[in-house]
T-cell receptor, first 115, second 113 residues
């Protein structure tokens, strides 16, 4: 019930292409869905987040698409750049109750953008 | 401070020794979390602090692991009698509260030899 499944494990994209990473969750009580970007030797950094009352959120080249009925959400990186090469994690949490905003993370996707 | 600070950044210890990992959260952040990241794996929740209390310790793997937070600020994660399977990156994050994004530190890479 607490799992978040992320795919693919790794992704190679050419510069200028679109990178798409998918996540699926089971717990319908989740109500906050962030994406984190992690560079080697650094901690994850919040990239973009969405709540289930909207189906899409866009910030610059990064877009989250959210499908509540399918319990799926995805990250789209438009015009991918070599500097986007990093590990991306999706996550989910349930505010309030006994969950205290504890995040459940996907397994991560290693994105490589070739010049 | 400007960010979450963790120390040491790297720690190599012998099996059976105790280690202490430190986290300095962002000033004013009341929530503090510890996560563990094993090689090629996602982030595994360990413990959550709200102020100085720990309402959720459910992720601590065994009684060899403990953590405390003092003054609503600095937190220490202690691992006693370290084992090789404890080798991982230990990440600390702080937040202004529920529903707010976490800010992670750069982590402590622990290697047990």
């Amino acid at each position: 019930q607490q799992q978040v499944k992320q795919s693919p494990q790794s992704l190679i994209v050419q510069k200028g292409g679109i990178s798409i990473i998918n996540c699926a969750y089971e717990n319908t009580a989740f109500d906050y869905f962030p994406w984190y970007q992690q560079f080697p030797g650094k901690g994850p950094a919040l990239l973009i987040a969405i709540r289930p009352d909207v189906s899409e959120k866009k910030e610059g080249r990064f877009t989250i698409s959210f499908n509540k009925s399918a319990k799926q959400f995805s990250l789209h990186i438009m015009d991918s750049q070599p500097g986007d090469s990093a590990t991306y994690f999706c996550a989910a949490s349930q505010d309030g109750g006994t969950s205290y905003g504890k995040l459940t993370f996907g397994q991560g996707t290693i994105l490589t953008v070739h010049p | 401070g400007a960010g979450v600070s963790q120390s040491p950044s790297n720690k190599v210890t012998e099996k059976g020794k105790d280690v202490e990992l430190r986290c300095d959260p962002i000033s004013g952040h009341t929530a503090l979390y510890w996560y563990r990241q094993s090689l090629g794996q996602g982030l595994e929740f360990l413990i959550y602090f709200q102020g100085n209390s720990a309402p959720d310790k459910s992720g601590l793997p065994s009684d060899r692991f403990s953590a405390e937070r003092t003054g609503g600020s600095v937190s220490t994660l202690t691992i006693q009698r370290t084992q090789q399977e404890d080798s991982a990156v230990y990440l600390c994050a702080s937040s202004q509260g529920q529903g707010r994004g976490y800010t992670f530190g750069s982590g402590t890479r622990l290697t047990v030899v």
